[in-house]
């Protein structure tokens, strides 16, 4: 969890209040935090860190901006730069810190940096703080200092303590550990959310599930009172599709239609016949004409002539020819009909 190291220089000491103080070396480090690389792309990240925060780098007193307690500043880096292979900083002291560095009272430097961790380069620097308690000896530029984390102001890992007793881990618990173990509690978090989310879906009665309340709707469609929605739709599209009690009531009414257009037909017929403005010949044919259209039927019956003499057709029955000969009722027909007699005896006779 640690993405920045706290780092002191090198153990000379400060003469003076320095306006230039070296920072860090540049080159492959060791210190007591692991071991990182400087080079010219650490620079520029740190310049661009200082430019992109728009406010003078501070340098305070044991690392006390790290932990949060009262920070006054001992001075204000007003510049970054390289020089003699090490990054360098132009640095603004306070009246006091000045003091302090005339008087001895603080003989080191301590840099923060943040190191990237995937090839373990430093990246950032945070703050520089005047320190006392240098940890490593004999480093020729820069050593860790020895109350930052031991003396327990290292406010990352007591919140890492902390976190890891919140997960029922114990203090020596690795990064790695509470990483593992943060993650499978938020898998677990969201685990439960969805099962409340489902379950709170399934107390929800479903659409079909629904009653109607009106209760007149539901007699009048044959249903209880209280009827699932479901069962009120289904008896509504019943009935536009004319089924009622499992009877098809449109199959009915057609059915029943057509026996009422064919008793209509078959008494015009009659009538037709009976008042002799057809022959029974021409039966079927009237049949057809009266149910493809009832009204023009009776229209043409209407105003057609007379044609077979009143008491010569004996309405269904139809007419035979008497022997060899042609009777005037047949006569009468045919020439309504452009039939010559001939043509009655050659094709109409008995026999033929």
């Known amino acids: 969890m640690h993405d920045y190291l706290t780092l002191k220089s090198r153990e000379m000491e400060v003469g003076g209040a320095p306006e230039i103080i070296s920072v860090l070396p540049l080159g492959h480090v060791k210190s007591a935090k692991g071991e990182f690389d400087v080079d010219g792309e650490s620079f520029a990240a740190m310049k661009a860190q200082i430019a992109q925060r728009g406010v003078d780098l501070v340098v305070d007193y044991e690392h006390q901006t790290l932990t949060g307690e009262q920070a006054p500043a001992a001075g204000w880096v007003k510049e970054l730069f390289l020089d003699d292979g090490q990054i360098k900083a132009r640095v603004e002291w306070t009246d006091r810190a000045k003091a302090y560095l005339e008087n001895r009272e603080y003989r080191y430097l301590s840099p923060v940096i943040t190191v990237r961790k995937a090839d373990s380069k430093a990246m950032g620097l945070h703050s520089i703080a005047l320190t006392n308690t240098p940890a490593i000896e004999h480093m020729e530029a820069i050593v860790n200092s020895l109350n930052f984390e031991e003396g327990g102001h290292n406010t990352m890992n007591e919140f890492m303590k902390k976190l890891a007793a919140l997960l029922g881990l114990g203090e020596d618990a690795t990064e790695e550990q509470v990483a593992e173990a943060l993650k499978a509690c938020v898998e677990e978090n969201k685990s439960l959310k969805e099962s409340a989310a489902e379950a709170g879906k399934q107390q929800q009665p479903p659409e079909d599930d629904k009653v109607v309340a009106?209760?007149?709707?539901?007699?009048?469609?044959?249903?209880?009172?209280?009827?699932?929605?479901?069962?009120?739709?289904?008896?509504?599209?019943?009935?536009?599709?004319?089924?009622?009690?499992?009877?098809?009531?449109?199959?009915?009414?057609?059915?029943?239609?057509?026996?009422?257009?064919?008793?209509?037909?078959?008494?015009?017929?009659?009538?037709?016949?009976?008042?002799?403005?057809?022959?029974?010949?021409?039966?079927?044919?009237?049949?057809?004409?009266?149910?493809?259209?009832?009204?023009?039927?009776?229209?043409?019956?209407?105003?057609?002539?007379?044609?077979?003499?009143?008491?010569?057709?004996?309405?269904?029955?139809?007419?035979?020819?008497?022997?060899?000969?042609?009777?005037?009722?047949?006569?009468?027909?045919?020439?309504?009909?452009?039939?010559?007699?001939?043509?009655?005896?050659?094709?109409?006779?008995?026999?033929?």
């Open 214 to 352: 009106n209760k007149e709707v539901c007699e009048l469609l044959g249903l209880k009172a209280g009827a699932a929605t479901a069962d009120v739709a289904a008896a509504i599209m019943a009935l536009k599709g004319g089924n009622i009690g499992g009877v098809n009531l449109v199959e009915q009414v057609e059915s029943l239609k057509a026996k009422l257009a064919d008793r209509d037909a078959e008494e015009a017929v009659e009538m037709a016949l009976k008042a002799g403005k057809i022959t029974p010949a021409q039966r079927d044919w009237a049949k057809g004409y009266a149910l493809k259209n009832l009204d023009d039927f009776r229209g043409f019956v209407e105003k057609a002539p007379q044609v077979v003499p009143m008491g010569s057709v004996g309405g269904s029955e139809p007419l035979a020819l008497k022997a060899d000969e042609v009777d005037e009722a047949t006569l009468l027909v045919c020439k309504q009909l452009g039939i010559s007699a001939e043509d009655v005896k050659k094709y109409g006779m008995k026999g033929e």
